[in-house]
């Protein structure tokens, strides 16, 4: 049985997350003819052909996606080995912050990374709204947190993008006659101004029907049938389902979410730890990714 060469899988991710041959040479700190010719040892190694041509770019062949699963995993054990040997086991507290809506997708992936890389560290969980999350980590009060507000103050990494959808009970039924009865949380929300911004757009009138003072009372209201919310896909369940533009509804922009710190961080271990994550984006990207939204038909009057 022949050994895969881990240089040339990290350069194979390399090329799938920078979406190009290019990109990933510049990444490596490569030239782009010493890329394509480690894809080519690459394909002598496996048997396969890794991409092909689609348009003027390449993409990944069957053979390549499932290769590029396996090569994640093997260097995720490589550099939690080679990490763990050289820099030891990190000790101490992580305080990390993560908003309600993401608290059951992204944020247990990010634990399980961080866990697994440093068993010692103690980790001090907080969930609550974004703006107030971003207001303790500006204080020193949090290490680091999720967020889908952006901040030029701190550093920051794109966790993923997050489809924002419109979400109602499973048994509501909307009248495009009537204005939208919105469900809104109480305070800054990023999710209210987007929902407000795309129906002014749209011509579409709203009203501020219900508010809650977090995502519980939010979807209990849905939950209730009392009317409409913008939300990320992550927030859907099986009580709730999605209204799309044949509902009449206008189309929501995508969110990034992020992982921040604070770029005068004193604590070593925030910045390992943060450093750690970078270096594992793809994984923890796969892992938390819901997929696509589901649009339900509506039930009928």
């Not at 889908?148 to 009248?175: E, F, I, M, Q």
């Amino acid at each position: 049985m022949k050994t895969l060469d881990l240089e040339l899988l990290r350069s194979l991710v390399a090329i799938y997350e920078q979406d190009s041959f290019a990109g990933a040479a510049v990444h490596l700190g490569k030239t782009q003819s010493a890329v394509t010719q480690q894809m080519q040892r690459l394909e002598d190694q496996i048997g396969h052909p890794l991409f092909e041509k689609q348009g003027r770019s390449k993409r990944l062949t069957p053979h390549g996606n499932k290769l590029l699963d396996y090569a994640r995993h093997l260097l995720a054990i490589n550099d939690d080995a080679l990490r763990s040997l050289q820099q030891g086991n990190l000790e101490g507290v992580l305080r990390i912050g993560a908003p309600h809506d993401v608290a059951d997708t992204m944020l247990p992936t990010l634990l399980a990374q961080v866990a697994r890389a440093s068993p010692l560290l103690r980790l001090d969980i907080h969930v609550g709204r974004s703006p107030f999350l971003m207001e303790s980590l500006k204080r020193g009060e949090l290490d680091m947190s999720i967020s889908n507000r952006k901040d030029p103050a701190l550093d920051g990494v794109v966790l993923r993008t997050s489809p924002t959808v419109w979400l109602c009970s499973a048994g509501y039924v909307h009248d495009r006659s009537k204005p939208v009865p919105l469900i809104l949380v109480d305070g800054p929300s990023v999710f209210h101004r987007l929902a407000r911004e795309a129906l002014d757009a749209a011509g579409i009138a709203w009203s501020p029907n219900y508010t809650a003072s977090s995502l519980i009372g939010i979807k209990a209201a849905l939950r209730a049938g009392l009317g409409v919310t913008a939300r990320g896909i992550e927030t859907a369940g099986s009580d709730l389902r999605v209204l799309g533009e044949n509902d009449g509804l206008p189309r929501l922009p995508d969110l990034d979410y992020y992982l921040f710190i604070r770029r005068n961080v004193i604590n070593p271990v925030t910045r390992k730890v943060f450093d750690m994550l970078k270096a594992n984006l793809g994984l923890i990207r796969s892992a938390a990714d819901p997929g696509p939204p589901a649009v339900q038909p509506q039930t009928p009057a």
